[in-house]
């Protein structure tokens, strides 16, 4: 199987897009689609050399969006489409080929993942209708937890609302972890080993890994529990909510607002959730800046050293995303809070790695420290591929490197 996979990952109001050559490291058109169903909607597109164009699609839908991608795909076809889906509750443990059942098992989930997994079904959906009859898989966020033992996993609440209702943690990023936890069995001489990955953006997680799987993660039944986010507040005292509900007059709605679009980082800061603009500010003097920081990287540091509970042995920790990836400041910050881990970083690596480098930023003894970008999209459209590898009589199609910008 030589022709590229089409991977999409659609949000609320918007669509994420990249081709995968069959060929690692060849180059990709990519692209992404923001305020869909807004008179401001856009699309960026990325062509092979790297050149960026705009497209302004006022009042665009996800099907929209996805018939301009698809003209600008030009005559290179995929052979397949992986789609990113957040939430399979326990029913869903790898990539799955998607049919009907499949669909409606996503439907019934979405209870579980209101803002997220409808915008998965309508990418679905939508390119079912653009690519009828081209195979079409489902690669969730939940699947590389579901190795979590039921001492992780299980709430202390009655018994009966997992067995009725499935309340248990699920953890998410599991694209992301899983594809860091391969890179690091093959970079380092460690292996297999035990590993925490902190996946650090606009949605932040952290995962203790062990030969290769998922032992304990950050997040939980939604991915609002663990780390402090963007817009997200992450763990927070339930008694919080109850008294707002019963003193304050709040209704869920309230609730929903205020935890997962006016918390985080935009909260603590009251500037913004965006951790570029957050180090400036702070470099500059805000209080609310220096605070927002302090609070995200101490809660980061705390979490790494309960997971590490997790895990028979820790050999490193590995940072990702976009933050962990180009943020020498939050990486330093958050060691400092672990050196009785044996954590000894190099301030001059450290301050090297950003804007998608990898490698290490210890100083070569204690745990190993490192910095790798991840590749969620490289890792659906692999999952995709071993999925379909038995399939007989696949369309044919023109070599990755054949596809027009």
């Known amino acids: 199987m030589n022709a590229p996979i089409l991977v999409i990952n659609c949000g609320s109001s918007s669509l994420k897009y990249a081709l995968i050559p069959a060929v690692s490291g060849q180059p990709r058109l990519s692209g992404i689609a923001e305020r869909l169903g807004s008179d401001r909607a856009i699309l960026r597109l990325r062509n092979l050399q790297g050149e960026k164009t705009t497209i302004e699609l006022p009042g665009a839908s996800h099907g929209d969006a996805l018939k301009v991608i698809l003209d600008n795909l030009g005559s290179c076809r995929p052979i397949a489409i992986g789609h990113r889906v957040v939430h399979g509750g326990e029913r869903f443990t790898q990539a799955t080929l998607i049919d009907q059942d499949v669909v409606q098992d996503i439907r019934e989930t979405t209870t579980l993942a209101p803002l997220h997994n409808p915008a998965n079904l309508e990418g679905i959906a939508a390119t079912q209708e653009l690519f009828p009859g081209l ?21 202390a609440i009655p018994a009966e609302l997992y067995e ?13 972890h899983a594809y860091v936890a391969e890179r690091l069995s093959i970079l380092s001489a460690q292996g297999r080993g035990g590993w925490i990955i902190a996946h650090l953006g606009n949605g932040a997680s952290a995962t203790a890994i062990w030969q290769g799987q998922s032992i304990d993660t950050s997040m939980g039944m939604t991915p609002l529990e663990g780390l402090v986010m963007g817009t997200r507040s992450g763990d927070i005292d339930p008694g919080i909510l109850l008294h707002l509900m019963h003193q304050c007059g709040w209704s869920s709605h ?11 980082l935009l909260g603590l800061s009251g500037l913004t959730n965006d951790m570029r603009e957050l180090e400036q500010s702070a470099a500059e003097g805000h209080a609310g800046a220096k605070l927002a920081i302090d609070v995200f990287c101490y809660r980061l540091a705390k979490s790494i050293a309960g997971l590490s509970c997790a895990l ?63 590749d969620e999209e490289g890792y659906i459209a692999v999952q995709t591929r071993h999925l379909l590898d038995n399939m007989s009589d696949t369309p ?7 596809v027009p910008a």
């Open 135 to 155: 195979p079409q898989v489902a690669v969730f966020d939940t699947a590389f937890h579901q190795t979590l033992p039921a001492y992780a996993y299980r709430y």
């Open 164 to 176: 009725r209702h499935g309340i248990r943690r699920y953890g998410f990023h599991g694209s992301s």
């Open 254 to 264: 309230d609730i929903d607002q205020l935890l997962n679009h006016r918390s985080g």
């Open 312 to 374: 028979p042995m820790l050999h490193g920790l590995a940072f990702t995303g976009g933050i962990g990836e180009n943020s020498p400041l939050i990486r330093a910050r958050t060691l400092t809070y672990l050196t009785h881990l044996g954590v000894h970083l190099s301030p001059n690596s450290n301050g090297e790695l950003s804007h998608g480098m990898e490698g290490r930023i210890d100083v070569g003894r204690g745990l190993e420290l490192w910095v790798i970008p991840t």
């Open 396 to 402: 044919a199609s023109c070599h990755p490197q054949e």
